[in-house]
């Protein structure tokens, strides 16, 4: 024995994760623990000890720490559960959503209870990029025919983008650009993302 057995008059049911429940278990139940004199039964870590009371409303514990403890001496193996009191969090823990938000389109918005006075200007990264080219080509003081037939390169390379033969055009720009390469130069990087798109 453990306790003396008048302080096991609580009736625990024992329910385990994978189904199994084991009813009408003498125990003693205080606020943390749940102490039971039989080292016989399995109780995990995770399980379920509902107390029913005499009232015939039920408590419902997580175990948190089983708390086995072997026979020794004149004690028998024995449980010292420590528990958690699920029904109360239950009561006062008010119940939880998820939502996933995913946004894939540019310029995505997501508003919740509130008004969007948000105004958005899109910005075409693709055209950004191709007019600095033709900005810093025109402010080099080029030739206006090879200038013009710079730039016409220059709209070639982006209507092809997404066309399968933009590495055409930007190959004939390369050429095209001769001594001027050192002008565009900074902007190579950005135009080889388009050689593999």
């Known amino acids: 024995m453990f306790f003396d057995s008048d302080m096991f008059n609580d009736r625990v049911t024992l329910m385990k994760e994978n189904g199994t429940v084991i009813e009408n278990i003498d125990a003693c139940?205080?606020?943390?623990?749940?102490?039971?004199?039989?080292?016989?039964?399995l109780i995990e870590e995770g399980d379920i000890l509902v107390r029913t009371m005499s009232n015939g409303a039920t408590e419902k514990y997580e175990v948190i720490d089983r708390g086995y403890y072997e026979e020794f001496g004149a004690f028998d193996a024995h449980?010292?559960?420590?528990?958690?009191k699920i029904t109360s969090l239950k009561e006062i823990t008010p119940s939880i959503r998820t939502i996933h938000n995913y946004f894939n389109a540019p310029n995505s918005r997501y508003n919740e209870n509130s008004i969007d006075n948000s105004i958005n200007i899109l910005v075409n990264e693709d055209t950004k990029l191709f007019d600095e080219i033709r900005q810093t080509l025109q402010k080099q003081g080029i030739d206006e025919s090879?200038?013009?037939?710079?730039?016409?390169?220059?709209?070639?390379?982006?209507?092809?983008?997404?066309?399968?033969?933009?590495?055409?055009k930007y190959a004939r720009f390369i050429q095209r650009l001769g001594d001027h390469v050192t002008v565009v130069a900074p902007f190579l990087p950005?135009?080889?993302q388009y050689l593999v798109s």
């Open 29 to 41: 139940v205080q606020k943390d623990k749940i102490f039971i004199n039989d080292g016989t039964l």
């Open 190 to 192: 950005a135009l080889s």
């Open 79 to 84: 449980y010292q559960c420590d528990v958690r």
């Open 146 to 168: 090879e200038l013009n037939s710079l730039l016409e390169h220059v709209n070639e390379m982006q209507q092809s983008i997404g066309k399968g033969n933009f590495s055409d």
